[in-house]
């Protein structure tokens, strides 16, 4: 969280995603890699409670990690920031828990975009990547329930997207427009979302693994 108490992420420093964490839950410990292969660890303690502003949506209570990684990650990102977990029954991710996109879409995207090559889905960050489907079949899905694996899925809507996208998903650098490209064939709702991919919820829970088939209900 940076200096605010809002989320920091890829859209004020795309090259944190070149930060590799490694997390032992047995033992509570953390160790955070940077690009210049120094690496800072230690075991997790948790301090003062705060609550994080997440894209002006939600407020997510947590507690703030304590020892270095505030210092570390505030030197990386050239800003205040601090390191917080959130709360146990709470959850640090977008708006509902999981995301779907199929390959298909991504290859549509980066053929409008005139990419040289199809984007790397990763750049899109979600849960679940998709193949067999058509450009954008996910979007037919909204408002419907979709078994993944084991597990029971409700499409509530579409993603907005933000400028992380336009980044390699390695680096953190911007290298293709994506904002621009969806804007052109896509179009906007409401004037200003960019939608790309699909929220899901999650109705029962189970088990997803790869290759496993993903069907309308």
């Known amino acids: 969280m940076d200096a605010a108490g809002r989320l920091f992420n890829g859209t004020g420093c795309g ?13 509570g410990r953390l160790s955070l890699r940077f690009p210049d292969g120094h690496a800072v660890e ?17 407020v997510v209570p947590g507690r ?5 990684w505030a210092e570390v990650l505030s030197a990386y990102a050239g800003e205040p920031l601090r390191l917080v977990r959130v709360d146990d029954g709470a959850h ?11 390959r298909a879409s991504v290859e549509e995207l980066s053929r409008r975009g005139g990419a040289a090559a199809p984007l790397d889905p990763r750049r899109f ?9 058509g450009p954008h079949e996910e979007d037919e899905w909204i408002g419907r329930e979709v078994r ?15 400028a992380v996208t336009t980044q390699d998903p390695a680096t953190g650098i911007r290298d293709f427009d994506t ?13 200003k979302w960019l939608m790309f991919g699909v929220y899901a919820e999650v109705v029962e829970p189970g088990r997803v693994r790869v290759g496993d ?3 309308l209900v």
């Open 148 to 162: 993944a694996g084991e597990v029971l899925l409700h499409i509530p809507s579409p993603v907005p997207r933000c």
């Open 42 to 58: 230690g075991e997790v303690a948790l301090g003062e409670p705060v609550e994080t502003d997440f894209y002006e949506k939600r």
């Open 213 to 215: 088939s993903v069907e």
């Open 125 to 133: 960050r979600m849960l679940l990547e998709l193949e067999g489907c």
């Open 92 to 102: 640090g991710t977008d708006i509902h828990v999981a995301t779907l996109v199929s």
């Open 179 to 191: 904002l621009r490209t969806i804007k052109a064939y896509r179009g906007e709702i409401a004037g």
């Open 15 to 27: 090259p944190l995603v070149q930060v590799r964490p490694e997390w032992d839950a047995r033992v």
């Open 64 to 68: 703030v990690i304590e020892g270095p």
